[in-house]
């Protein structure tokens, strides 16, 4: 079974919000780096955002000002709350869980669609 289980993508007019979740373990969701990447066709994959155990936030300045990553550990989830969506958002949405300290384990979700679209 998926250590990273994706949900939230969908089609969503310019301007809109949409809301990312990935459900993970409560071990992985507080002791790992988490966060999301996209990758949109014929480009690399991209850093979106991501979280550190110790609660430090970083986002692309792509999305900065218009996305909060958060966690839920009530609900195990990681989530993307991203607005003022925008075409150059498209993309596939892939949660990623790393280990900080054996920095071999990389955990990646199977990947969720986003698209901007009118």
């Known amino acids: 079974q998926a250590q990273l289980v994706e949900s939230g993508g969908g089609l969503v007019q310019p301007g809109g919000s949409l809301r990312l979740s990935c459900v993970a373990s409560k071990s992985i969701l507080s002791r790992y780096t988490m966060g999301w990447y996209r990758q949109a066709p014929g480009k690399q994959r991209e850093l979106v955002a991501f979280?550190?155990?110790?609660?430090?936030?970083v986002y692309a300045d792509s999305v900065k000002g218009r996305s909060t990553l958060s966690r839920d550990f009530a609900k195990n989830t990681m989530s993307l709350q991203m607005n003022s969506l925008k075409s150059e958002d498209t993309a596939v949405y892939y949660c990623n869980a790393r280990d900080p300290i054996e920095r071999d384990v990389d955990i990646w979700g199977q990947g969720t669609q986003v698209t901007v679209s009118s």
């Open positions: 979280i550190t155990s110790g609660s430090v936030t």
